[in-house]
């Protein structure tokens, strides 16, 4: 069965929906005990283990479609975003310009973006929590055993469910720094924020067990990128480990080796392959459901997905023909300041990716255009809305460039470089030939802000390499104090201090923390 029929069509998952929503609580992590969330008879049989593993998914998905979610937190925080003068709510969509000088609070809490944009809703980690509860429960059925499942199933839905909860707290970490860390079915007594470091050791050890529980691919090709996969838990457990090699170099080489043994391990699987750098190449990615998908959020007008105007990364960046109607979209909202365009892909190299991924690249107003989000539009007349795309996560290429700057990190640059390079040669550009040492690790963490535009992963980058901290690499920097305080976080909701007497917000987005 398809997964996005089973998210839509599941009145068992439906159900858990409306208990969890409606059940009133007075945990500190708003959760509910196992028998008032589920029934201790819920899980009988595997449509059940089914169905609440979409509605995890379906629940994450809901959390990231609050608002322009990747965008705010993965890539408009550094600065080269601009509101487009004359474009539809152009008040409003300066935001990104805030966003930019990293003033969240301003972002969050003033007129005009505040209604507009409902920030705020990124600072409520609740959402999350109750995708972690869902999967501990899961987990804690799984292992009591569930008598309708095989043995191989039952290792499947444990490999499945691990993933989505060291997913969420992973993506948690990279919002909030330190998290309150769990993975009880039901979590009574309060607890402390836990260091971000040790909450994802603590993941790694806990997903490592299952990776090879998963198959690469599933028979289904719907269920391709769209559910967790032995593909997804390698990108997951890469991600994770380049993450404290940033923030526990005492142990960052020990990181490194298990990203390139996972990189490795990844590219001899054949499972996975770039699609050609073509139109029909590149749509095929963005449509979902690809050869070069590790893990997705997929959605389509097909099934009635409801995805919000605002969410899709693209809505900012394009215009008419790529979005209709065409009497009220004749500017995209925003644009790419050409001087970093210019530095991303500079106009005497050879690179499909300009042709392909842009028009107008270097238009400093509304005529620039993101168009490697603008391929699958779908819309012929007065529709409003986005092209049809699905919210990419992890994809190959991604994996490959983890994999290229944790060998360029261990010295073994050779094959850093043919990393690099298979990257660079599907997208039609000249191999590197370059330096070595830190001009090599520089021509990675270019190559990642490259391929990567507007995927949700540059600012993190950024983050965990500390060139967030250097006017090289972005425009507005954030000095040593404001790192060592985390200004590179997001405020936490003061919801989170209700019942919690060991819980502490973000110092640096408090009153008098230096946040504005």
């Known amino acids: 069965m398809r997964m996005l029929n089973i998210v839509k069509m599941s009145k068992i998952g439906l159900l858990i929906m409306l208990i969890i929503t409606a059940s009133a609580c007075k945990d500190y992590l708003n959760v509910q005990p196992l028998d008032r969330l589920t029934g201790n008879n819920f899980y009988q049989t595997k449509e059940d283990v089914e169905a609440n593993i979409a509605n995890m998914y379906s629940t994450f998905f809901d959390k990231i479609n609050e608002s322009w979610v990747i965008g705010a937190i993965g890539e408009a925080r550094t600065g080269e975003i601009v509101a487009?003068?004359?474009?539809?709510?152009?008040?409003?969509?300066?935001?990104v310009e805030v966003l930019?000088?990293?003033q969240l609070l301003t972002a969050i809490n003033n007129a005009p973006y505040a209604g507009f944009y409902n920030y705020y809703r990124i600072t409520d980690w609740s959402g999350y929590y109750r995708v972690i509860q869902s999967a501990?429960?899961?987990?804690?059925?799984?292992?009591?055993?569930?008598?309708?499942?095989?043995?191989s199933d039952t290792q499947r839905y444990l490999a499945e469910a691990t993933f989505i909860r060291c997913f969420t707290y992973f993506w948690m970490v990279r919002l909030y720094g330190d998290v309150v860390y769990y993975t009880?079915?039901?979590?009574?007594?309060?607890?402390p924020r836990e260091d971000m470091v040790s909450v994802l050791n603590k993941c790694?050890?806990?997903?490592?067990?299952?990776?090879?529980?998963?198959?690469?691919?599933?028979?289904?090709?719907?269920?391709r990128g769209a559910r967790a996969s032995k593909g997804s838990i390698v990108a997951l457990l890469m991600h994770m480990n380049m993450w404290n090699a940033g923030f526990d170099p005492g142990r960052a080489t020990a990181y490194y080796q298990k990203v390139t043994a996972l990189g490795q391990e990844l590219v001899n699987s054949g499972a996975y392959r770039l699609l050609d750098m073509d139109d029909d190449g590149w749509a095929a990615v963005t449509k979902g459901r690809s050869e070069e998908s590790l893990f997705e959020f997929y959605r389509s007008i097909n099934y009635g997905d409801n995805v919000s105007n605002l969410a899709p990364f693209g809505d900012h960046f394009l215009r008419w023909p790529y979005k209709f109607p065409r009497f009220n979209n004749q500017l995209s909202h925003c644009y790419y300041l050409s001087t970093y365009m210019q530095k991303l892909f500079p106009t005497s190299d050879a690179d499909k990716r300009k042709?392909?991924?842009?028009?107008?690249?270097?238009?400093?107003?509304?005529?620039?255009?993101?168009?490697?989000?603008?391929?699958?539009?779908?819309?012929?007349?007065?529709?409003?809305?986005?092209?049809?795309?699905?919210?990419?996560i992890f994809r190959y290429a991604d994996a490959i460039l983890l994999w290229a700057e944790a060998l360029a990190n261990l010295g073994n640059e050779g094959q850093a470089i043919e990393a690099v390079n298979m990257i660079r040669t599907r997208a039609g550009a000249s191999s590197y030939a370059g330096m070595s040492g830190t001009a090599l690790k520089d021509a990675i963490f270019m190559e990642r802000s490259r391929e990567l535009f507007g995927e949700g992963h540059r600012y993190f980058d950024l983050v965990r390499t500390r060139r967030i901290m250097s006017s090289a690499w972005l425009a507005w920097p954030l000095n040593q104090d404001q790192f060592t305080r985390r200004a590179w976080t997001w405020p936490v909701s003061t919801n989170a201090l209700v019942n919690n007497p060991y819980m502490v917000l973000n110092e640096y987005w408090l009153p008098g923390g230096g946040g504005n």
């Open 136 to 151: 501990n429960i899961l987990i804690d059925k799984l292992n009591e055993g569930i008598a309708a499942l095989s043995t």
């Open 184 to 191: 009880a079915p039901y979590q009574a007594d309060p607890l």
């Open 355 to 392: 042709d392909i991924w842009f028009e107008d690249m270097l238009a400093d107003n509304g005529q620039f255009v993101a168009r490697k989000f603008g391929l699958n539009v779908y819309a012929s007349g007065n529709e409003d809305e986005n092209p049809d795309n699905t919210f990419l």
């Open 84 to 95: 487009s003068r004359g474009g539809n709510s152009y008040n409003e969509r300066r935001v």
């Open 100 to 102: 930019g000088r990293n």
């Open 204 to 223: 790694i050890a806990d997903l490592e067990p299952h990776k090879d529980n998963m198959p690469w691919v599933f028979p289904d090709a719907a269920q």
